[in-house]
């Protein structure tokens, strides 16, 4: 392999260390504790793992943590009546859905619900609109986490050309918003299953983000010469290993960069989310972002 590994691991080891210090110091200065609430509604596998997984985070990092699971058959009513009364729990600051919903209930209208001063998943409509007149309050956790990848390996978005590959409101479209905010600057192309050549699209790319969830779908030879390559996809295959949407072998043999699925933009997704609940506490109570 040549390319540089983008340890997304290691970066969130760091970054949750300073956001530990940072609620040390809230709670010494300002008797503040910040609370996140997540959702859970029915018995997925994956979206257990996922919450537990942001519970231990968030507990580690000196907050407090609320877990709500709600039996497969809540009603809308009745999850829309939970979401407002976390938004008026004074003790909490982050509220989170995990996503998927069962089939019978309306996420949109959940996240709709949540008010943006908790909105720290940034699925609010009313976050998302913020973000694209330029004037953002939380940004989407996994773009988010992107971003201080970047940073870290030293990748110069301005001027740069990015191909994102996927338009989801989670990943690809919040994040061609922020990489082209000014002081990022950077010149995008948001590619998706209409795109044509998409090979060609790609290779004209200094930095190439995957997330469209199909498992090796950018091989080498959809990638230049030292680019940098963003995996986001969190596949399982039949064997049950988990695989990203980068051919991640060919590629490494052509990019500069690249971060590895698991341990790449997955631990800085759950980070981000821990950095918008400890800012959204700060701003609940009048006090500076830091």
Do not use: W
């Not at 694209?132 to 971003?147: H, K, N, R, S, V």
């Not at 990748?155 to 191909?163: E, R, S």
């Not at 680019?227 to 295959?237: L, Y």
């Not at 971060?259 to 006090?287: D, H, K």
Request: proline share 6%; hydrophobic share 45%.
């Amino acid at each position: 392999m040549t390319a540089r590994l983008i340890d997304g691991k290691a970066l969130a080891q760091q970054v949750r260390a300073r956001i530990a210090d940072d609620v040390a110091r809230l709670h010494a200065d300002h008797d503040v504790v910040p609370g996140l609430a997540a959702v859970l509604v029915g018995g997925d596998p994956a979206s257990k793992v996922y919450v537990g997984m942001k519970k231990r985070a968030s507990e580690a990092a000196g907050m407090h943590s609320r877990v709500e699971i709600l039996p497969e058959q809540t009603t809308q009513e009745d999850l829309e009546a939970l979401i407002v009364a976390l938004n008026e729990d004074d003790a909490v600051d982050g509220i989170l859905v995990q996503l998927p919903l069962p089939d019978h209930l309306d996420p949109r209208r959940v996240q709709e619900l949540i008010v943006p001063a908790k909105d720290v998943d940034a699925l609010n409509p009313y976050t998302a609109g913020r973000l694209a007149i330029g004037d953002p309050t939380f940004l989407a956790c996994t773009p988010y986490g992107i971003l201080e990848l970047l940073a870290h390996a030293g990748v110069d978005a301005a001027g740069a050309n990015v191909v994102i590959v996927g338009r989801s409101n989670l990943v690809g479209r919040p994040l061609s918003v922020m990489l082209t905010l000014k002081g990022r600057d950077a010149t995008v192309t948001l590619a998706h299953s209409r795109t044509r050549d998409l090979a060609a699209v790609c290779r004209s790319a200094d930095v190439v983000v995957a997330a469209v969830g199909v498992p090796g779908l950018i091989t080498a030879d959809m990638v230049a010469p030292g680019a940098v390559v963003i995996d986001v996809g969190t596949n399982r295959t039949d064997e049950g290993k988990l695989v990203g949407d980068v051919d991640f072998e060919g590629v490494s043999e052509v990019a500069s960069a690249i971060t590895p699925v698991p341990g790449g933009v997955g631990p800085m997704t759950v980070t981000m989310l821990l950095q918008n609940t400890l800012e959204a506490a700060r701003i609940r109570r009048g006090l500076p972002p830091r």
